[in-house]
């Protein structure tokens, strides 16, 4: 990632002007309750400061993956609902995307007002992998603001898609990236260009085969990777033992092998666990029981990292000037088996350096295990787009902010 893309600030006075927002409002719902609200709170900032030099503030966003067409379950409408609340002022709701609603919710703002659109991924244009469908839907969007708009690109958790509300409507206005994505791209910068050292990176979570693009990244500029979750079973087995019922990638065995092996002739330390908390099931009330990582029962499900385990990963963190963390050490959704993830979480917490915590469950985890968010350098909002990045990936949305501005 060469030369950074232009910020808010380069768009020159936005008072009066329409600006559309891509932002990434895409959170769990129940209902209509939505269940944890971190990323309409990450999108507040730059909203207010958009609406405080008196742009008409348009934000466009997806939730869920609905197939092209609307569907009520997947509205915008009570998260726009909850961002009005955190903004302290009333937002506009438009019942469609670029249609009737939109065009007269969008003329009904006045300076330093906010609208959200209606799920943009109701409309097959957005996601459409034929780029002359995507570009005609891009000019609608870039319809509503008009030739005086602009776009700013804050939804980080979709900068590795290429999408018309993402991708396309950023080469028809002039553009910038929005706060939230600036401090992301910023982050990334520093685990990847010359970070400070020790550089530790811990993964877990469900498959390996999520994070072999990252690791294989990581291995040339880690000094410490340090690997529990679900993940972990395949490196055990590919060490020789045995895994019980554990979660199991049989075809990425000799890519575990050819990444010990690696890791080894380049001095990259590899941690793994040397105990293994285990169950007769995958179930909340399970029994739990701390077994030796290289004599695991059989019949057992390994579901946590073990206590001494535990204690290892935080002492190697410990000293790190930087810290990449990726996926659960364990099903932290079940309180028995949530410790070796709290012990991750905790030395996140005491790390004199920067601590990052990436991937949608992680981010959870941190909240549902009861920490301050502002305890760690920093929380990213885009699990995929993060790992896209450290995978050495160029990310579309970021990458289109550097094209010139039309
Ligand atoms: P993230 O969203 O942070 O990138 P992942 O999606 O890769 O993380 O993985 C999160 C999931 O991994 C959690 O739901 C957690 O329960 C699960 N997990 C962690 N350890 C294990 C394990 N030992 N067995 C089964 N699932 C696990
Ligand atoms: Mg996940």
Redesign the pocket.
Known sequence: MAAAPPTIDDLGELRGRRVLVRSDLNVPLDGDRITDDGRVRASVPTLRTLSERGARVIVVAHLGRPKGAPEAKYSLAPVARRLGELLGDEVAFATDTTGDSARSTVDGLGDGQVAVLENVRFNPGETSKDEGERAAFAEELAALVGPDGAFVSDGFGVVHRKQASVYDVAQLLPHAMGGLVAAEVDVLRRLTEDPQRPYAVVL????VS?KLGVIDNLLGKADRLLIG??MVFTFLKAQGHEVGT??LEEDQLDTCREYLARAEASGVQIVLPTDVVVAPRFAADAPPTVVPADAMPSDQI???IGPDSAKAFAAALADARTVFW????????FASFAAGTRAVAQALTEIDGLSVVG?????AAVRTLGFEESSFGHISTG?GASLEYLEGKVLPGIDVLKGTNP
């Not at 996926?327 to 959704?333: D, L, Q, R």
């Open positions: 877990g979570g469900s498959k999520d979750g679900g554990s979660l390994g579901l946590d990726n996926g659960p050490m364990g099903v932290f959704e991937g949608g469950d992680s981010a699990g």
